[in-house]
């Protein structure tokens, strides 16, 4: 893998550092087995946050999945079956973003 630094936790400290190599390893070091659910996931959060500046929140994000792929799979127990470990603690670090301030956005 490619050195970029990471955080006590394993998420990148420089977002703009971010490959799709490393989001491979980083999903190893998560057990996440990477699909095109999950990298439709990992791409928006890459989009928005290079169009904002910031990471989406889950709402924003369930309603991208819902004009994408409909209501089944636009649900928060659909991203837990995706990323286990929620939205805030494996897409986010997957997608190469910093440790979000509110992990509430996994409520």
Known sequence: MVQVERDNEGYLVDPSQWTEEIAKEIAREENIEMDDHHWLIV????????????????????????????????????????????YGQQACKIAGMRKPLKLMLDV
Do not use: C, D, M, W
């Open 43 to 86: 791409r928006f959060i890459r989009e928005y946050y290079e169009n904002n500046q910031s990471v989406a929140e889950t709402r924003t994000l369930l309603k991208h999945l819902k004009s994408r792929l409909g209501s089944e799979q636009s649900t928060r127990r659909y991203l837990y079956a995706l990323f286990p470990y929620g």
